[in-house]
């Protein structure tokens, strides 16, 4: 029975993708623009050296512990404030995704036919779960390696030499993954439950119940971006990697479980 | 098995395609359906009911969309709670499209193709299949966001045909669609009837109903309050008289009111009254023009289940008769 209710989620999850490759997957390199120039923006104010930012010595010392002796600050704040960014960058982006699909598929329809549809609620939460997962994760992969070349092209441009330890890249790597699937899974948990939220106009002019959605969704990837910031120059990566990263997974496993359970369908069409 | 295949009736009401008994269901503990009993075989069923009688519900719960709190449905003789393959047998057009705007007509249908599972030669012969059926052939390339109301009820419709189901449940069919489409829409309806498929309609357009249908299932407060024969409900629920649509200048329920008459249901330029044959109602057509009333038009009310529809929706209410 698991196995066939796996193989429907993968059917609907290949509808899902089959219909976003149909209606044009432009607008997902969209965010990435953004946040390649905040990166580019952020890496020009660090190049004007550490008396214009704050705790700029630390970032130097952290730095240098990697080998990077040149341009110790721009390599700094690439290895302490990057991953946060990714982290935040995919998670935004897939809060932005989730309420959207969900706002409009509500309102129009679409999540009550799915459930005419030969699915269990369920299949259709475990299918959507899928699929924004994938998207959180391309996000992740792009922001990774937008991150992984603009520093590469500092590192390589400055002279500088820097060796990256394996715990050290595997949190760089993990983390922000496992706060982008957080991420998908407390966004899908917040809107799915309480649907109202994702809806425009259910609020008025105000953010309202939607705004604190999204800023509850989006608490994984800012706790990330705070354990880098304020850890990683003083606990070993292997530490952070253990605690950033196991406090991330443990909100993302709870969100999942809980919405794969909790899910009613009542909740959606009464929206 | 396969998984997406069409579920083959089950033993117990293998030739009754739509059974509920005891059915309650509701929101978030807010009752709507209170004890639902009904049996669909094949042919053109209408519900009915004013705003809120919970026609809407009830074609959720029968479509397996909303599980019910008590009772339980059968489709082809299984639950479409336990086994969720014998969905594959309903289609559903809901009164929301829900189409994907940024797809074309074309590619809406094969989206939800590919949402039943199906291979892709199926997929395929179904989609030219249902596209020739409603006539979406010159709409195909078109996106769904630039759709008439009507054209998007076709599309809706085709789509609840695309596994070419057992039982359609279609919630407002008629509704925005232009006049020479709901004749069409209406033979392609009343074809599949005909050929032995289990159709439920809810619907206001009352007339277009009244022609198609074999029998009318009436809904209120969420109870069913008639089932069978429009014609023979209408006498059942309302009695036999002869009801009056009046239209006119001036007030027209303070003058009914004074000649002993009472309005049984207002709508915003005329009142329906009831009056005992056609010469009572010469005689108080004459009475109210005589008491300074500008009649403007008066006529019977034809259409029993537009009788019975006006009855339901009670005095004074907002009646939404199109």
Redesign the interface.
Known sequence: MPQ?SA??AL??V??LA??TR???TWQMFVPLVSFTVMLTAIILISLSGTNHINGGQALVTFAEQYGAHTNAVTVGIGMVAGPGLVAVFASFSIIMLVRNLIGS?A????V?????????PRTIMIALLSYVGSIATFYWAAATTILAIIFGLIIVTSGASVTFTASYLLAVLIVPLLAAWSSTGTSLLVYMLFPRMAKAGSYGMNLGGGGIGSLLAILPAVGTLFAFLFWAPYISAGELLAVAGGAVAVVGVASIVLITHLF????I??A | MDEFAVVTPGPQTAAVPLTATGLSAGYRGRPVLHDIDLTFRAGLHLVIGPNGAGKTTLFRVLAGVLRPTAGEVRICGRDPGVEVTVKRNVGVAAHRTALAQRLSVADNLYYWAHVLGMPAAEQRSSVERVTDLLGLGEIAGQRASSLSRGQAQRVSLARAMLSDPLVLLLDEPFSGVDPAVTAQLRSHLRTLADEGRTLLISTHELAEANAIGDDVTVLRDGRIVGQGDAGKLRSALVGEGYRLRIKGSGDLSGALERLGYKAEASQHDGVIVSVADERAASKLLAALIDAGVGVSEAAPVANPLEDLYLRLQGDGSAADVR
């Not at chain 1, 309102?107 to 679409?110: N, Q, Y």
């Not at chain 1, 009613?264 to 909740?267: E, I, M, T, V």
């Open positions: 066939m193989d429907r059917t609907l290949s509808a089959w219909r149909r209606e044009g598929e309102s129009r329809g679409g009550e036919a799915l459930l005419a549809a030969p699915y269990r009613r369908p009542d909740a069409l009464e």
